[in-house]
């Protein structure tokens, strides 16, 4: 029962529409959600499971679908989104997903978070940065760099720049290993609104032309 609602969980969440969608019943032989989506709407999810493959889908929808696909392949599963006419709307490989090569890269990266964490009594200190995700990662410096960041303990999120050890799992996603931070500075705490204004206010620019610059900004950036 815990398992099949981590599916309805999941499910849910890639749908969208929460108020909408609801649970109707299980049919009988393998697994098989049978769901309601009301008419209203009908068009947003239908919608929203075309776009799931799209490389300008919403990180939550994709993360959802990989969730799902992870979960059947772990389970040794398959599955499908079905029209009640039959018509496969989504399908998911599970466990006839094509396992990719892993692999480790060493490049020049940047991150941005807050040191929660510093410390240590060998040349080479743990430094812990946590980002606006809340996801941890767990760095390292000299003991000179490390002096520094002590000073930036707890306060400001600061950006730090060094070497990343990247590893690329069997489902195609990177993580972190080992980040050597050479460098760091502060960030701009400046608020979103003043940034824009000043830029608008700035002879020769496109800015100043917009009646929303926020809002122009956000959708840049491929906020709501």
């Not at 799931?52 to 919403?58: C, E, G, I, K, N």
């Not at 060998?122 to 003991?143: F, M, Q, R, Y």
Request: negative net charge; proline residues 4%; contains cysteine.
């Amino acid at each position: 029962m815990s398992r099949l609602a981590e599916y309805m969980g999941q499910l849910a969440a890639l749908y969208g529409s929460e108020p909408c969608v609801h649970f109707k019943g299980l049919h009988s032989g393998s697994t098989v959600l049978e769901t309601v989506v009301e008419a209203s709407a009908a068009e947003t999810v239908k919608s929203r499971l075309r776009l799931v493959h799209d490389a300008a889908a919403p990180e939550e929808l994709q993360r959802a679908y990989q969730n799902l696909n992870d979960m059947l392949k772990s389970d040794q599963a398959i599955a499908d989104i079905k029209h009640p006419q039959g018509v496969v709307i989504l399908a998911f490989p599970g466990r006839n997903t094509p396992l990719q090569k892993t692999y480790r890269v060493k490049e020049a990266s940047v991150l941005d978070g807050v040191v929660i964490r510093i410390g240590g009594k060998d040349n080479t200190v743990p430094v812990w940065l946590k980002d606006l995700d809340g996801t941890i990662h767990k760095c390292e410096a000299n003991s000179d760099m490390a002096r520094e960041l002590v000073k930036e303990y707890l306060a400001s999120p600061i950006r730090v720049t060094g070497q990343g050890d990247w590893l690329r799992g069997e489902n195609g996603a990177w993580t972190l290993e080992k980040f050597k931070i050479t460098g760091w500075e502060p960030l701009d705490e400046k608020p979103i609104a003043d940034i824009v204004n000043a830029a608008r206010n700035t002879k020769g620019n496109g800015w100043s032309e917009l009646d929303d610059p926020i809002k122009e900004h956000l959708q840049i950036r491929g906020s709501d």
